[in-house]
């Protein structure tokens, strides 16, 4: 399990449909990504969010197949030599992956899939499929990241510092993507959002 670089997508197209799109939505952990997201989805049902694999272990409340897959580090190994994931990268001491099939198969029918993943598996993402539209999530200020990750209160003061320190980094990258939208007003960042996948009356 040393490299995270991926194969093709390689989405089936049913015929006489068009493809669909794929969306990447990355910024630092904390900064709301999953918040927008929900909020997205509970306006656009027709949206499909991926559901990712992850070493780490759950979060109260999380459910698995419903907030990742949570899978041992054999278990993910054994994925990445299958070719099963779209991507996938270590952030804060566990490692994260996207599974290809879901994706594909959205996408074959036409769907727009949206990945809400880091920086790295954002980077094999425009590598294995150029025509991604990218979306970088900005915090307002770091004291304000640094606030959301604590009084989200679910995780331990070592991996607030993990991922505060690789925040810096990823914000660096900011300009690697296609849209930056600041979350610092939820509702404006979701129709920045919204603008961005829905520009005219596509609704799909
Ligand atoms: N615009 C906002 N203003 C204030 N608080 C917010 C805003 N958006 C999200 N939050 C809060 O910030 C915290 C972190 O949000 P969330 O878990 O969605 O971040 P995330 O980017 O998905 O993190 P991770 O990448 O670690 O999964 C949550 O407590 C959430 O309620
Ligand atoms: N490269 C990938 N990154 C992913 C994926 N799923 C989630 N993530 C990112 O990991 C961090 C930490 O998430 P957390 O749930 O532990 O807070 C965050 O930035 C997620 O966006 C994935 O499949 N691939």
């Known amino acids: ?39 997205l989805l509970q306006r656009h049902p027709q949206l499909y969010l991926s559901i990712s694999v992850t070493t780490r272990s759950p979060r109260p409340g999380e459910i698995h197949g419903k907030h990742y897959y949570f899978a041992s580090r054999e278990e993910f190994r054994q994925m990445v030599d299958r070719g099963e994931l779209l991507e996938w990268a270590e952030f804060a001491g566990n490692c994260y992956g996207t599974p290809r099939q879901p994706v594909a198969e959205k996408i074959g029918e036409g769907k727009t899939a949206i990945l809400e993943i880091e920086l790295e598996g954002a980077r094999q993402i425009r590598a294995s499929f150029p025509e991604v539209l ?22 331990s003061e070592e991996a ?26 939820r509702e404006a960042a979701l129709q920045e959002i919204e603008a961005i996948l829905f520009p005219d009356s596509r609704q799909d």
């Open 134 to 155: 990218r979306i970088f999530i900005l915090p307002p200020s770091m004291e304000e990241l640094e606030q959301r990750l604590r009084s989200r209160g679910q995780d």
């Open 1 to 39: 399990m040393t490299t995270g670089l991926p194969t093709q997508i390689s989405p089936t197209v049913i015929p006489g449909s068009k493809a669909g799109r794929l969306i990447v939505l990355t910024g630092p952990s904390g900064v709301g990504k999953g918040t927008l997201m929900q909020l």
């Open 160 to 185: 607030i510092a993990r991922r505060l320190r690789r925040a810096q980094a990823e914000i660096n990258a900011a300009g690697e993507f296609d849209y930056k939208v600041i979350n610092d007003n």
